[in-house]
């Protein structure tokens, strides 16, 4: 009988145990408009790279909006205000999504649009143009400039992607690799594209990242390079970099990297900057964030979060277009010729 | 799984012929193959303060030493996780899982009438796991990693030599063992994502281990109850419960990960 008590006390422990971690388990934070605004507000705070640079006071965007914040708002209200916040760091790394709405900040409309591709199809492709995922190339100047647009770098660039078009237009006097417009994605792709037009080793920026909740609590510099591969196919000729206030992110990057390679043009309007890698996290009611949580400082010592601006400014002549002209690469041919 | 558990089965099944009439030494070495399955939910503040639960399911292998004094054991397994959370959405976390460690423990206590046995000895238990979610954007993946040295406590419960009045006269009793552990932890080492919670980029190529750091303390529970079941030649199946609790030292990046598990395990006498 003693022993039959002893197997029940054993077996009895076990679904005690269950329960343990609630001892030392926090409680899980409200999930009210307050306590989402307030979480937000405070990760903006500790983590945001560019408080300084852009001369936000985030203690005064608190007092502004915490008055608009009540429990029991609708979760569309609290949304847009949530948006508003947040847009006072001018930002398009800074985005809020949920569900039923994604927040931005549309720096491609801080500047006039600049490329219409439609002309370019009509006016300056072949119908048989190349689609090497995701690069549209062809050939302009009767053979003599090679011509790469890409719209996007959501999809990776592969090294075979980029060595294509490089072997096929390697006689040609120059190369226009249009990135105008292109919203930014993996930054592997621009230092799969830029290493294969490197001439050598060449350091292009220096990355820091925050490291604490301090505003100037940053760590590094990692020290980034383009570095020319050994084996296949490199283009080591001039290059036209077309850009404008569409050329975000990763896309400004390659902007950025360009601006350190001596055989490189950038031609067009300033980018839109965000050279600030952004984070990801979750608020307490399950909405995801992020915000730009590093900077880049060209290797002159400049900061380019609010765009890196051209070598050669050109902005899309309207009047042009309608004759289907697009002045921005006939800018970048006549600088290759 | 069901073809390579069923392998196992023959073997023990087999064993019992061919070991019939050898004389068991007193020292035996286990080898065994586990399988755990656990509901198990973790919370990683540095990206998210919402607890997530889920399921995690494991396989693995474990040697043990059982010496009349004192007993050794190693076990590695390794398995997936599958997390979810529901607020406006149903946001899901996967995980890698591996978990490794073994205990090196002495018998301090033996009360014969009773069949009961005390060992103490240290237990080292880790995990590792390999994070994805594809919701939480540039912090999408990461990886994880707290291993903990135990005070390990057993207290066993040995039913050899027990017979029922349903036992036949001549006829070897079976044996049962029950014991109950708990793992008290002495330092936890844990390696986890650093402040910025991203992928490395700079140089164009993802790097998840780059930003990460070791930090001390922290608090780690573990426990178990098991149930090993002996067969006449003394190959045996055994069942556990498990339950870690784990959490990292407060801080922008606390994680607290839990898990209620059952183990089965086919074990195997080598010698």
């Known amino acids: 009988m003693m022993h039959i008590r002893s197997y029940l006390l054993l077996l009895v422990l076990a679904p005690c145990l269950m329960t343990c971690e609630e001892v030392f388990l926090e409680e899980e934070l409200a999930n009210d408009a307050r306590t989402n605004f307030e979480y937000l507000w405070q990760q903006c705070d500790e983590k945001y790279a560019f408080f300084e640079y852009k001369n936000v006071d985030w203690d005064s965007v608190y007092a502004e909006y915490s008055p608009r914040v009540a429990n029991g708002m609708s979760a569309d209200s609290l949304f847009r205000v949530l948006w508003d916040m947040m847009n006072e760091l001018r930002d398009g790394h800074v985005n809020l999504i949920a569900p039923f709405n994604v927040s931005r900040f549309p720096v491609d409309l801080l500047g006039p649009e600049n490329i219409d591709f439609r002309v370019i199809r009509e006016n300056y492709l072949s119908d048989r143009y190349y689609t090497t995922t995701p690069i549209i190339h062809d050939i302009l100047a009767d053979g003599q400039v090679g011509y790469l647009r890409i719209a996007s770098f959501g999809t990776t660039v592969g090294e075979g992607d980029i060595q294509f078009p490089l072997a096929l237009y390697r006689n040609t006097r120059g190369l226009i690799l249009d990135i105008r417009g292109n919203g930014g994605g993996s930054l592997s792709s621009v230092f799969t594209i830029m290493n294969r037009l490197a001439r050598e080793r060449t350091k292009v920026y220096d990355s820091f990242i925050k490291s604490g909740p301090g505003r100037e609590d940053f760590e590094g510099p990692q020290e980034a390079f383009v570095d020319p591969p050994e084996r296949g196919q490199t283009y080591i000729k001039p290059v036209m970099v077309l850009i404008d206030r569409g050329t975000y992110s990763a896309a400004s990057f390659m902007a950025l990297i360009a601006r350190e390679l001596p055989q490189m043009t950038l031609i067009g309007d300033t980018t839109g900057g965000g050279l600030g890698i952004p984070n990801g996290g979750q608020l307490p009611n399950g909405w995801t964030y992020r915000l730009s949580i590093s900077r880049t400082i060209s290797t002159d010592g400049q900061n380019f979060e609010n765009g890196v601006p051209p070598d050669i400014r050109v902005i899309l002549d309207r009047d042009l277009t309608e004759q289907g002209i697009d002045n921005v690469i006939e800018r970048a041919i006549a600088e290759i010729l | ?271």
């Open chain 2, 1 to 271: 799984m069901i073809r390579y558990f069923s392998f196992f089965f023959v073997l023990l099944g087999l064993q019992p012929a061919l070991g019939q009439g050898q004389e068991k030494p007193e020292r035996p070495e286990y080898l065994e193959v586990t399988a755990t399955a656990g509901l198990s939910s973790f919370r990683d503040v540095g990206v998210s303060p919402i607890l997530y639960n889920g399921f995690l399911f494991m396989g693995g292998i474990r040697y043990t030493y059982e010496g009349t004094r004192w007993q050794h054991s190693a076990e590695f397994d390794g398995g997936v996780g599958f997390y979810e959370v529901t607020r406006f959405a149903v946001y899901e976390s996967n995980t890698i899982n591996f978990a490794y460690g073994g205990y090196s423990r002495r018998k301090f206590w033996e009360a014969d009438n009773l069949n009961l046995r005390y060992h103490g000895g240290v237990r080292i238990h880790g995990f590792t796991n390999v994070r994805s979610n594809p919701s939480l954007l540039n912090a999408s993946s990461g990886v994880e990693s707290i291993n903990t040295l135990f005070l390990h406590n057993s207290l066993a419960w040995d039913l050899r030599f027990r017979k029922t009045d349903l036992s036949k006269a001549g006829a070897r009793p079976s044996r049962h063992e029950l014991a109950f552990e708990l793992n008290l932890p002495i330092i936890t080492a844990s390696w986890l994502p650093d402040y910025p919670y991203i992928t490395d980029f700079t140089d164009g190529e993802p790097n998840s281990t780059k930003s990460h750091e070791f930090y001390w303390g922290g608090l780690r529970l573990q426990s178990r109850l098991t149930y090993r079941y002996f067969l006449p030649n003394g190959n045996a199946l055994r069942f556990t419960y498990w339950w870690d609790y784990a959490r990292t030292p407060d801080g922008f990046n606390q994680l607290d990960f839990i898990n209620h598990a059952l183990q089965f395990g086919l074990v195997m006498r080598l010698n």
